[in-house]
């Protein structure tokens, strides 16, 4: 089958809505004096907070809204302490999650695509204590399932991962097994909606991606991914199976389908 591919290849939830434009002096804190002192990060955190109040008072509140201080915290850490472009980045984060409906996603909402086991969020932390993202790129079929659930089940399972961060603990892990990887299981489409996702709305959170035992049929579609992904092409490692056991995980808590 044919490689599946897209004129834009932006995610097509990535809204296109138009910010308030005001005449702010962007203010840019020294990110030394943020990430060592507190206080500063505060006020920094509360002013981004007041904006968000005052110029957009129509997204919503609690965990993961406009008034979420840790959540500004983050994407503060993410644009190095710009609170203009902070500004612009949590907008654009906090509408998305609304369009998109994320706060009502749950295992029964993605229960059917979820049954085909082309993902799942592993039970045990790796051995850096990061929860484990698991895809099975064998089961992804384009071709059959709809696009829309897939795009739901992404987004369902990276919510999850991410509920399962330890505390002091920031990033998680994604494993990409491709054995068996055929040209029915090339969906560039969705790979990229998978980085967007990252990249827009949970920045940083991605630690590091394994991709385990591509076949040779793999690499074409690789390098047509690889620019689109940008820095976050370099999180990639391609790896085996044996480094998966031995490097990321204890003999009690490998993922099932990794041992030998």
Not at 163 to 169: A, D, E, H, R, V
Request: aromatic share 12%; with cysteine.
């Amino acid at each position: 089958m044919a490689l599946r591919t897209c004129q834009n290849f932006a995610s097509p939830f990535v809204s296109s809505f138009k910010l308030t434009k005001k005449p702010i002096r962007n203010f840019k804190a020294p990110v030394k004096n943020c990430q060592s002192d507190p206080h500063e990060s505060l006020k920094l955190v509360l002013q981004v907070k007041e904006r968000l109040e005052k110029d957009y008072n129509s997204l919503p509140v609690g965990k993961n809204g406009r008034d979420d201080e840790d959540m500004i915290l983050w994407f503060l850490k993410d644009r190095k302490f710009s609170v203009e472009e902070s500004l612009a980045k949590l907008t654009k984060a906090i509408k998305w999650r609304q369009e998109f409906r994320v706060s009502e996603l749950n295992e029964d909402s993605v229960r059917g695509i979820a049954e085909s086991g082309k993902a799942y969020v592993h039970d045990f932390l790796d051995i850096n204590e990061r929860p484990v993202l698991i895809v099975v790129a064998s089961k992804h079929l384009p071709a059959v399932h709809d696009p829309v659930e897939d795009e739901k089940l992404c987004v369902f399972f990276i919510e999850k991962a991410l509920s399962k961060l330890p505390p002091g603990k920031e990033q998680i892990l994604g494993i990409i097994d491709l054995r068996g990887f055929g040209t029915e299981n090339a969906d560039l489409k969705f790979l990229t909606f998978l980085f967007d996702v990252f990249y827009y709305y949970h920045p940083k959170r991605l630690g590091e991606v394994l991709f385990v035992e591509a076949p040779f049929v793999f690499k074409p579609f690789w390098q047509l991914t690889k620019p689109l992904l940008k820095s976050y092409a370099s999180l990639v490692k391609f790896c085996s199976v044996e480094t998966v056991r031995k490097e990321y995980f204890t003999e009690a808590t490998v993922p099932d389908n990794f041992r030998e």
